[in-house]
């Protein structure tokens, strides 16, 4: 068990550029959950999926953003036209079935928009 | 809507000192209640985390957590404090209900600071 891995570690993008940013959860694990930490704050949820299905998504999620979980293992969020303010970083983390199994987290993908 | 608060942005302390880390969380019912720890560069990990029963609850590398539902309090502590425990420590409360079920809510944050 490699633990959950997030790929690109860094990404610099300019305003208005589409990025993809990729999810492997550990294997057994069900539930994947996407999170943006900005600076001096803690996580904030964004969406999650149990398997294949995208059961919750937040309020902070703009139409610009989207996210899928494919036959249900790994995961990406594609944002597209990226903005400044969407400079963060993007955490993923894995879960067994039950809400409160603990959730692993991946080391996140740190945005940059220019 | 739930929500969590912690206190104190950033906390300094002398190695070999006590250390409490303050949590005040709302929530309409019980509450799940994790502490996770997050190193520079490194991914969120799992302190410890309290469900139900004995209120105080033990977890790794030496931290204990104590919930009041009282006062809506679930603080960090350890007894003694590491030059390696310096990170940014979170606590976080999951919702257990409806659509939400599992998801984390988190504090923003406190900051320790461990000096020799």
């Known amino acids: 068990d490699t633990g959950v891995s997030q790929d690109p570690r860094h990404k610099i993008t300019k305003r208005g550029q589409n990025v993809t940013f990729r999810c492997d959860p550990i294997?057994?694990?069900?539930?994947l959950y996407w999170y943006r930490q900005t600076l001096g704050q803690g996580p904030e949820f964004l969406t999650y999926?149990?398997?294949?299905?995208?059961?919750?998504k937040s309020r902070l999620l703009s139409d610009r953003f989207s996210a899928e979980r494919p036959k249900g293992s790994f995961s990406t969020l594609e944002i597209q036209r990226t903005e400044q303010g969407d400079s963060a970083m993007y955490l993923c983390?894995?879960?067994?079935?039950?809400?409160?199994?603990?959730?692993?987290f991946g080391p996140g993908t740190r945005l940059t928009v220019t | 809507a739930q929500s969590v608060t912690q206190p104190d942005i950033h906390i300094t302390v002398s190695e070999g000192a006590s250390l409490e880390l303050r949590c005040n969380y709302s929530?309409?019912?019980?509450?799940?209640l994790f502490w996770y720890v997050q190193s520079p560069g490194q991914g969120l990990q799992l302190l410890l985390k309290?469900?139900?029963?004995?209120?105080l609850v033990q977890g790794i590398k030496g931290f204990e957590a104590e919930f009041k539902r009282s006062q809506s309090s679930f603080n960090l502590r350890k007894p003694s404090v590491h030059w390696s425990d310096a990170a940014e420590y979170f606590c976080a409360v999951a919702d257990a209900g409806g659509t939400s079920y599992g998801k984390l809510t988190f504090g923003q944050g406190t900051i320790l600071t461990v000096h020799p």
């Open positions: 309290y469900f139900s029963g004995d209120t």
């Open positions: 294997s057994e694990h069900n539930r």
């Open positions: 983390a894995s879960s067994w079935t039950s809400g409160w199994d603990e959730q692993y």
């Open positions: 929530y309409g019912a019980t509450p799940y």
């Open positions: 999926f149990q398997n294949e299905a995208q059961l919750e």
